[in-house]
């Protein structure tokens, strides 16, 4: 996926241009431009010089960017500035005219003797402070106009044409005035006076200015977690090169450099340890708070921070292949895609400001022919335009989606693309991988069994030597309980690994052996004890390490992968949520039930094989919107089949690629609460839209006056200041979303 950073946007109709001319070019599969960001994604096999002209040809301009520049392109000091210094001046100019207007006229004010009687004098001056406002703020009539040259007209179009109109008539008014006067009507003068609409037309340019200024600020807001990543990255590091230590940007670490990272130093790539020992903080990166232990062989990840000891690493991933860097892009381009919901009001926001130009001009038109005054209906027709907003339209869907997808990677959940987010929060049902993502993925011990007259230490002493050599990953479990009880061992002679069916060996002249129930109970007459301890086990869904000393039975150790300590919670928080909980698992079925009745899913479907995931889940999504949440190589058909592909993200680079969401904390929990988020999100959304749509629906028939019966107009200065807030309120409302409890948090203490 391209980037592009686009310039001269200021409203959905301008996004709605740009996509429409880009998509038209030979090459591009896809188009997404958002406007909250003013950048562009682009796929396909178009050059970028023709994709720039074909935005240029729309009346907008285009520049190619790359991730580690988006940083920048997101910084919203550098519109707010000059947003704010154009807002300032325009204000100071606009009390003084308002004073002129308005204070004198309704207050009476006092003015200069110059001014006693004079109302050419008072026009004209009103006339200069208003062109003064007006050359302040000439983007909107450079753009606006420009817009509507190119057959695009933009929001900035219904800002000029507004002021326009009003600064004309009032010109015009100023100009009867002045015949009126030299023909001594004063009574006519007295009546041109109050066609005066210089002051609506700075108005509405000062009001929309910090409305923008506002609205940019506000946009600001939604970018920060995207722009606290990107700060996160290291600058430089510390690296060998010729036997000395040297510090280079970190642009210029390369794959295999080694280099050196001490205490409270960032790591600046992403590497595997191999001299030192440390402790790490991934907080940055995963959100736990709990430094990680790091020994030679560990991995470590850019942007976390070490805090004990010296270590040396050798660099892995360097540039935009480090984690850091994946996140990065996964948070960014899910911002720039765009949900189906927001693909509905581009389609109305192409077609809305024409709309609302035809609207304005027949308000005009319609009042003439009822016989009210060029004044009335012409004030009518600007605030018709001033008051429409379809820069509402176009946000109330990207910020929401900046928002949410910021709270999520704060989080450690990362959302790939909008759709994920608009997905998520309606499925009815999540299948869950058992190995690894319901449990803990690695057997560990959970009952010893000795037999009579043999004691524990002396069971594990001969199951530990036996173990020891071999490489089974059963084995490594028995092993890590010998290690935790500090148990010696014994060398074993003659060993032997028989596939299928266990160890044989020598320890001390005597003949040792350990495995499967049917391998021991052919060298023991111990057969009913070994029966019935080996059924006891494997009722319980774990598997019995039966180990015999000189052809007699001496004891079962019992091995199981346990479930995580959050699985039963984060299948209780699914449920509760209404949605079916499925296990896929390739074990036996009574081992299957015995971890599901332990997690408490749903339904349980066993002996799948690798292979069958994806069936499984084929015949899944017959029933509702499914997902499969799973960590392996083997779960990436079925990560991809799914309807949301949910991946634990200390499983493979496979399965994360394959994934539409990302768990970076690993924690069952969480995929409970990126349902809650998005659901929260596209709530979210819906209010937006729904605001956006509300407020034109009412504002624009008010602006033309249909309830003037009823005592009912509006001035075009607040209809101005109403297209201001109503951004303003859709980009705060997103904003909220900071807010969200997508743990369940508050539920729990109500």
């Avoid at 690629?657 to 969480?670: G, N």
């Amino acid at each position: 996926m391209k980037q592009y950073n686009i310039k001269g946007m200021s409203c959905a109709a301008c996004s709605a241009r740009v996509e429409k001319a880009v998509s038209k070019v030979s090459g591009v599969t896809s188009c997404s431009v958002n406007l909250l960001t003013n950048s562009m994604s682009v796929e396909g096999s178009a050059a970028d010089s023709d994709i720039i002209k074909a935005v240029k040809n729309a009346g907008y301009g285009a520049s190619s960017i790359k991730n580690k520049e988006k940083a920048e392109d997101t910084s919203t000091e550098s519109p707010i500035r000059p947003m704010r210094t154009r807002f300032i001046t325009s204000l100071v100019f606009l009390l003084i005219l308002m004073y002129f207007s308005m204070g004198h006229m309704m207050w009476s004010f006092p003015l200069p003797k110059f001014y006693d009687g004079n109302h050419i004098a008072m026009g004209l001056t009103q006339l200069l402070l208003t062109v003064i406002i007006m050359v302040i703020n000439q983007k909107f009539f450079i753009s606006g106009y420009k817009s509507l040259i190119h057959g695009a007209p933009n929001m900035d179009t219904l800002v000029a044409l507004g002021a326009t109109a009003a600064f004309g008539y009032s010109t015009f008014a100023l100009f009867a005035m002045t015949k009126a006067q030299v023909a001594g009507d004063m009574e006519l003068v007295e009546k041109y006076m109050m066609e005066f609409y210089f002051e609506s037309a700075a108005m509405i340019l000062t009001l929309i200015t910090l409305g923008k200024m506002l609205e940019a600020y506000s946009k600001g807001k939604t970018t920060d977690a995207l722009k606290g990543l990107m700060e996160l990255a290291p600058k430089s590091a510390n690296i060998i090169r010729d036997g000395k230590e040297v510090n280079v940007p970190v642009e210029k670490v390369v794959k295999g450099d080694i280099f050196i990272v001490r205490p409270g130093e960032s790591i600046p790539v992403d590497g595997v340890v191999i001299d030192g020992h440390s402790a790490v903080n991934e907080s940055s990166l995963t959100g736990e708070s709990i430094p990680v232990d790091k020994e030679p062989d560990d991995k470590v990840s850019a942007a976390t921070i070490n805090q004990s000891g010296i270590i040396t690493c050798k660099a892995l991933r360097v540039g935009e292949d480090t984690a850091l860097s994946k996140i990065i892009k996964m948070v960014s381009d899910a911002s720039a895609t765009k949900p189906h919901i927001a693909r509905i009001a581009d389609k109305v926001s192409g077609i809305f400001v024409p709309t609302v130009i035809a609207i304005a001009v027949v308000t005009i038109i319609v009042w003439l022919l009822i016989g009210k005054s060029a004044g009335f209906a012409i004030a009518r027709g600007i605030s018709v335009l001033v008051i429409s907003c379809p820069c509402a339209l176009g946000l109330a869907t990207p910020v929401a989606i900046m928002v949410g997808n910021g709270k999520g990677a704060r989080n450690g959940i990362l959302f790939k693309n909008a759709a994920a987010i608009e997905e998520t929060g309606k499925l009815k049902i999540v299948a869950l991988d058992k190995t690894g993502t319901i449990t803990e993925g690695k057997p560990v011990v959970t009952g010893i069994y000795p037999a009579k007259d043999i004691t524990e230490e002396e069971l594990l002493h001969i199951a530990g030597s036996l173990e020891y050599n071999s490489e089974h990953p059963l084995a490594g479990a028995v092993n890590q309980e010998i290690e935790k009880r500090k148990i010696t061992i014994s060398p074993v002679k003659n060993f032997n690994a028989l596939p299928g069916n266990g160890l044989l060996g020598e320890i001390d002249g005597v003949i040792v052996m350990g495995g499967n129930y049917r391998f021991i109970s052919g060298h023991t007459a111990d057969k009913e004890e070994l029966k019935n301890i080996s059924d006891k086990v494997s009722n319980e869904g774990k598997t019995p390490l039966i180990f015999a000393k000189d052809n007699h039975y001496i004891g079962t150790i019992a091995v199981a992968d346990i479930i995580k300590e959050d699985s039963h919670k984060a299948v209780s928080e699914l449920k509760k949520m209404g949605i079916h909980v499925v296990m896929l698992t390739g074990d036996n079925e009574k081992t299957a039930a015995i971890i599901g009745k332990e997690a408490g899913v749903d339904e349980v479907i066993a002996g799948v094989l690798p292979d069958g995931k994806e069936n499984v889940i084929r015949e899944l999504m017959k029933k509702g919107r499914t997902a499969m949440v799973g960590d392996g190589i083997n779960d990436a058909p079925a990560l991809t089949r799914a309807d949301i592909g949910i991946a634990i993200g200390a499983g493979t680079d496979i399965a994360i690629d394959a994934a539409d969401v990302v768990l970076m904390k690993s924690r069952l929990t969480d995929v409970a609460a990126s349902i809650r988020l998005s659901k929260s999100t596209l709530r979210n959304i819906h209010e937006n839209l729904f605001w956006a749509f509300f407020y034109n629906t009412i504002g624009i028939p008010l602006a033309a006056g249909a309830f003037v019966g009823l005592g009912l107009t509006l001035n075009p200065m607040f209809g101005a200041a109403a297209m201001s807030l109503s951004s303003f309120c859709v980009v705060t409302n997103a904003l909220r979303l900071n807010l969200a409890d997508i743990y369940g948090k508050r539920k729990k203490t109500e």
